[in-house]
């Protein structure tokens, strides 16, 4: 499985970016797939997920500001990035889980300037 992130970059506070995920294969098949970001210094943590179902889960900083959606025929999960903080500066993975198995992609920078 493969999962190649792109869309990140440099944004000033209060702007958005729209961050993309292209899966190597049908992100049905997957339970969850979705956003983690890791800034400096911190630990990894969850952004936003999706489900199978279309069930999606939020961090609560990110709840209102940030929105996943997802392709099922192009195999591509978004991450839309609004009202964005110096916090929200991180790298940010994509992520898929099948069951037992969990699938980490390349990350991609995000940097919120003030």
């Known amino acids: 499985v493969q999962l190649q992130a792109s869309g990140g970059g440099l944004v000033q506070t209060g702007g958005s970016l729209r961050l993309a995920c292209a899966a190597s294969e049908n992100i049905f098949s997957f339970n969850v797939i979705g956003w983690y970001r890791q800034a400096p210094g911190k630990e990894r943590e969850l952004v936003a997920t999706i489900s199978n179902i279309g069930t999606t889960n939020y961090e609560d900083a990110v709840k209102g500001r940030f929105t996943i959606s997802r392709d099922i025929g192009k195999n591509m999960v978004y991450l839309q990035m609004n009202s964005v903080k110096p916090d929200d500066t991180a790298v940010y993975y994509c992520?898929?889980?099948?069951?037992?198995?969990?699938?980490w992609g390349q990350g991609t920078q995000v940097t919120v300037s003030s």
């Open positions: 992520s898929a889980r099948r069951w037992t198995e969990s699938y």
